[in-house]
């Protein structure tokens, strides 16, 4: 089955304590990017790869780090967290970033306290 | 530099009545607009999208979208609104001159009322 993978679904944490999500998709899409959704703001991004080690700043980056290693992995890094990155987390790949359908994971929900 | 906006954060209709969401976008280049769904606790789908090609999209469900170029416009409609209609919908655009970011909206929550 077609689909991106997130881990941890859930994750509180305190301020401070590095943690990684990961994100992982199984249809050799170059394109992948992850996002914030905080109420009335609607989505925004975080970062984007548009392949293997190539990776580019979205529109919200400060306060997280990425890396594209592999084709289908693209994780998340917060070094280190602060209540203020308390949000909903999506990632997310296509073939490319322009013109086709984006994949999205089921979401992790992080709290930092 | 391109934007995209929701011009309404809270849509409400009766069952059976038509619906609007109305979108807007600004984009120095040919733009590739995009609506998705996202249903109550879960992730997010694609409802239908525009690359270039016809300007009436059709997309699942009963949805379909026009873009008008000399308005900015991207509204999604839908002639007969379901209860399983409630969610939370997102106009997005992107294009080859944004260094590939993709913008979304801020997102219209459609209520359905019985």
Redo the contacts between chains.
């Keep these: 089955e077609a689909q991106v993978t997130q881990n941890p679904r859930y994750l509180i944490t305190v301020t401070g304590k590095k943690l990684t999500v990961t994100c992982s998709q199984n249809m050799n899409h170059e394109?992948m990017?992850w996002?914030r959704q905080d109420p009335?703001?609607?989505?925004?991004?975080i970062y984007?790869s548009?392949n293997v080690e190539v990776t580019?700043k979205?529109?919200v980056p400060e306060g997280y780090k990425v890396s594209r290693k592999e084709k289908r992995n693209f994780p998340l890094i917060l070094e280190s967290p602060s209540p203020n990155q308390t949000s909903l987390y999506?990632c997310?790949s296509s073939w490319?970033?322009?013109?086709d359908?984006?994949y999205?994971?089921?979401?992790t929900r992080l709290t930092v306290l | 530099a391109q934007s995209v906006t929701q011009l309404d954060s809270h849509v409400s209709v009766s069952e059976g009545t038509p619906v609007l969401l109305r979108c807007n976008y600004s984009s120095s280049y040919s733009p590739s607009l995009f609506w998705y769904v996202q249903h109550p606790n879960k992730g997010l789908q694609l409802l239908l999208k525009y690359t270039s090609a016809a300007t009436l999209v059709k997309g699942i469900n009963g949805f379909e979208a026009e873009f008008k170029k000399s308005e900015t416009s991207f509204h999604l409609t839908k002639p007969s609104a379901h209860m399983s209609d409630a969610a939370e919908y997102f106009c997005v655009v992107t294009s080859y001159s944004s260094a590939s970011k993709i913008i979304f909206g801020s997102g219209t929550r459609l209520s359905i009322r019985p």
């Excluded at chain 1, 009335?40 to 991004?45: F, K, V």
């Excluded at chain 1, 490319?96 to 013109?99: F, P, S, V, Y």
Aim: negative net charge; proline residues 4%; glycine residues 24%.
């Design positions: 394109y990017s996002y009335g703001l609607g989505l925004r991004q984007y548009m580019d979205g529109d999506f997310a490319t970033g322009q013109t359908t984006q999205f994971g089921p979401g």
